[in-house]
């Protein structure tokens, strides 16, 4: 489908989209996405959500080209980082056809939930059926096919918890790290 406009309309709306993360951008995003101004939600260029929008707490940041579908839940204080998939749901093989389902299909709970505080570096991916717990660092690139303890530091493929948070003091705690590597 081709949309009729002017060149520097197009060149307006090709900038615009390229140009413009930055926070009243990113609020006036959310807010033509549906969101509650009070919410205080941030929506970068190129995201993607496809799930209710109660299901959002606030405070929350969704970075460049995130694709956020289906059944998902985020909480208050959480950030996003850019291209990060966030996709709740699955296809199921049927034998009688020889392919997946184009449809999603329940299989059980294929919700996500993404805990309060939680940061999802570049890249991470959450699959259908995981529940983040609570202040959860997801480092960059990890895909995350498990839920997680409250305070976790995971990274992988698949991801697995390689630290934790300490809730009281904020110091990270990282497994099977020579000491040099925190110094």
Same mark, same amino acid.
């Not at 929506?43 to 059944?71: C, E, W």
């Not at 480092?139 to 991801?159: E, H, R």
């Given at each position: 489908?081709?949309?009729?406009?002017?060149?520097?309309?197009? #060149?307006?709306?090709?900038?615009? !989209?390229?140009?413009?993360? %930055?926070?009243?951008?990113?609020? #006036?995003?959310?807010?033509?996405?549906?969101?509650?101004?009070?919410?205080?939600?941030?929506? *970068?260029?190129?995201?993607?959500? #496809?799930?209710?929008?109660? %299901?959002?707490?606030? %405070?929350?940041?969704?970075?460049?080209? &995130?694709?956020?579908?289906?059944?998902?839940? &985020?909480?208050?204080?959480?950030?996003?980082?850019?291209?990060?998939?966030?996709?709740?749901?699955?296809? =199921?093989?049927?034998?009688?056809?020889?392919?997946?389902?184009? #449809?999603?299909?329940?299989?059980?709970? +294929?919700?996500? &939930?993404?805990?309060?505080?939680?940061?999802?570096?570049?890249?991470?991916?959450?699959?259908?059926?995981?529940?983040?717990?609570?202040?959860?660092?997801? !480092?960059?690139? *990890? &895909?995350?096919?498990?839920?997680?303890?409250?305070?976790?530091?995971? *990274?992988?493929?698949?991801?697995?918890?390689?630290?934790?948070?300490?809730?009281?003091?904020?110091?990270?705690?990282?497994?099977?790290? +020579? =000491?040099?590597?925190?110094?």
């Amino acid at each position: 489908m081709q949309i009729d406009m002017s060149d520097e309309m197009f #060149r307006q709306l090709t900038e615009y !989209c390229n140009n413009s993360d %930055n926070g009243p951008d990113d609020t #006036r995003r959310a807010i033509v996405l549906g969101f509650p101004a009070e919410k205080k939600i941030l929506v *970068a260029p190129g995201a993607i959500i #496809r799930t209710p929008k109660d %299901n959002f707490g606030s %405070n929350i940041f969704v970075g460049l080209y &995130v694709y956020i579908n289906g059944n998902v839940k &985020v909480g208050s204080n959480v950030l996003i980082g850019p291209h990060c998939s966030i996709s709740a749901g699955n296809h =199921k093989f049927d034998p009688a056809t020889g392919w997946f389902s184009a #449809r999603t299909e329940r299989d059980g709970d +294929d919700s996500i &939930v993404i805990g309060d505080g939680s940061w999802l570096a570049s890249g991470v991916t959450i699959t259908g059926g995981v529940k983040l717990g609570r202040a959860n660092l997801c !480092c960059a690139g *990890a &895909v995350v096919t498990k839920s997680t303890p409250d305070y976790a530091i995971m *990274a992988g493929v698949p991801a697995r918890q390689v630290g934790h948070i300490d809730p009281v003091t904020g110091k990270y705690h990282w497994y099977n790290r +020579d =000491k040099s590597d925190t110094e």
